[in-house]
T-cell receptor, first 116, second 116 residues
Framework: EPEVTQTPSHQVTQMGQEVILRCVPI?????FYWYRQILGQKVEFLVS????????KSEIFDDQFSVERPDGSNFTLKIRSTKLEDSAMYFC??????????????FGDGTRLSIL | GESVGLHLPTLSVQEGDNSIINCAYS??????FIWYKQESGKGPQFIID?????DKRQGQRVTVLLNKTVKHLSLQIAATQPGDSAVYFC???????????????FGQGTILTVHP
């Protein structure tokens, strides 16, 4: 069964450093998402991406965050200058369609980001 | 209301029993709902979805019930097995006004423990 893959599984970074989290969505999917989950809390939406541009973003997704689809398979989340409060599990998800079509989103197993 | 999620609701059942996990949502415009299962160290795994024009949907050993009047969603698992032990999340989205691009809002989660 096709799946969303994320690398690395665990990333440890010094505060203030840039970090890039990588995702390979399911190959025929057109909508891509990033979510995060702080330990013990709900999964929170960060951003959705379609047709090479951001469709929607949350208040969490400030100027320190950016997303990119650098090629036909990868989807990345960059945090420019990490803060302690960025420590969380970051999940990538993809869906075949989005918006009106109500397609389920399929998630990767996440990257645990630890900021020191 | 909002919760920091440090004390998730828990449900303990014996193997072979039926389980019912409940979820309340607040957005009356929500029109698509998904149940996810999250095992330790893994990402949310799609279980079943339901659109707001339905009140019941069945899958393999799982049934989702939707009551839009009281904004309540439930997941029923038949003949629960130890492998069903996980955290279960409901998630919802709204296409009201055509402004949604699939952003999912997750519930707090329920810990299901199945005893052999």
């Amino acid at each position: 069964e096709p799946e969303v893959t994320q690398t690395p599984s665990h990333q440890v970074t010094q505060m203030g450093q840039e970090v890039i989290l990588r995702c390979v969505p399911i190959s025929n999917h057109l909508y891509f998402y990033w979510y995060r989950q702080i330990l013990g809390q709900k999964v929170e939406f960060l951003v959705s991406f379609y047709n090479n541009e951001i469709s929607e973003k949350s208040e969490i997704f400030d100027d320190q965050f950016s997303v990119e689809r650098p090629d036909g398979s990868n989807f990345t989340l960059k945090i420019r200058s990490t803060k302690l409060e960025d420590s969380a599990m970051y999940f990538c998800a993809s869906s075949e369609w989005g918006g009106y079509s109500n397609q389920p989103q399929h998630f990767g197993d996440g990257t645990r980001l630890s900021i020191l | 209301g909002e919760s920091v999620g440090l004390h998730l609701p828990t449900l303990s059942v014996q193997e072979g029993d039926n389980s019912i996990i409940n979820c309340a949502y607040s957005n009356s415009a929500s029109d698509y709902f998904i149940w996810y299962k999250q095992e330790s160290g893994k990402g949310p795994q799609f279980i079943i979805d339901i659109r707001s024009n339905m009140d019941k949907r069945q899958g393999q050993r799982v049934t989702v019930l939707l009551n839009k009047t009281v904004k309540h969603l439930s997941l029923q698992i038949a003949a629960t097995q130890p492998g069903d032990s996980a955290v279960y999340f409901c998630a919802e989205t709204s296409n009201a006004g055509g402004t949604s691009y699939g952003k999912l809002t997750f519930g707090q989660g329920t810990i299901l423990t199945v005893h052999p």
